[in-house]
């Protein structure tokens, strides 16, 4: 298991919170989704899974601040988004570093 995995398994959330974002892989699109969640601009090439998988990490933790602050700018919807793209981010760098192994 790589490092970032293993960091996504001892992340404690609310359980309503994770299995909305892993319902949620299974519509998942990335050329859709993971620009806008990154705030990049329109047309503009999307990072490696890695690169994501950090830029993701440090989004859901300022929403994860938020939501335990009981802050108002907290979107829920919004959570799950980045939860279920993080997810994917990780499941696909786990798959390639399976593919390297063989």
Known sequence: MDQSAHGL?????????VVAARHGLAQYDRSRSLGRL????????????????????????????????HDAS?????????MTALLHEARSRSEAVAQTAL
């Open 38 to 69: 990154l705030g990049l601009p329109v047309g503009h090439s999307l990072p490696e899974p890695a690169q994501a998988q950090a830029a993701l990490t440090r989004r859901e933790a300022e929403m994860d601040r938020a939501r335990r602050a």
């Open 74 to 82: 907290w979107h829920p919807a919004e959570h799950v988004l980045v």
């Open 9 to 17: 398994q001892t992340t404690i959330r609310p359980r309503l919170l």
